[in-house]
């Protein structure tokens, strides 16, 4: 291989592999996959500070959070940003989640996830991040609505399949 084909494969290889990770960014400025379902998961007027609502999403097996949490969180909406969701899922082996003072916290291995950081894991034996719902204020009626997922929720091939 010359040079000249050698630098022109390692730009084009570069520019790929910084595509490739830049999809799988949890920073917000990328669109979720399609294929979600938009479904209404709660009301603004309805959330308390550190007080979570279960749902569902993007089926009936997958057990999630909604939680308006004291301050900023990334990926929040409504005020302050301040209102998130996630799979209630643990990633180490799928044990649920519950809600506590800003954090998810799995009681089989005691992993916890951040979630004003979009669910990063910071103790414990789960190193994968928890799945983040993305959510959608209706700023007319005050609706909050699911339509995505980022990251993987715990034992999917993909968070549309089962297995
Ligand atoms: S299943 Fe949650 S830490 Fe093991």
New binding site residues.
């Given amino acids: 291989m010359s040079d000249i084909s050698r630098r022109k494969f390692l730009q084009t290889t570069s520019a790929s592999a910084v595509l490739f990770l830049s999809g799988l960014s949890r920073d917000g400025n990328t669109a979720p996959p399609k294929g979600y379902p938009s479904k209404k998961i709660g009301n603004i007027k309805n959330l308390k500070v550190n007080e979570p609502l279960a749902f569902n999403y993007p089926d009936d097996k997958s057990p999630c959070l909604l939680v308006k949490v004291e301050n900023e969180a990334v990926g929040g909406v409504g005020p302050g940003k301040s209102i998130v969701s996630f799979s209630a899922l ?1 990633t ?4 649920p989640l519950t809600y506590s003072k800003g954090r998810l916290v ?1 009681k ?4 916890m996830f951040d979630v004003a950081l979009n669910g990063q894991t910071y103790q ?3 190193s994968q991040w928890v799945a983040q719902i993305v959510l959608r204020l209706d700023a007319a009626t005050g609706n909050i609505y699911a339509e995505g997922v980022e990251g993987l929720i715990y034992g999917r091939i993909g968070n549309l399949k089962l297995s």
């Fill in positions: 643990c180490h082996m799928g044990c799995c089989c291995h005691y992993s414990g034996l789960a």
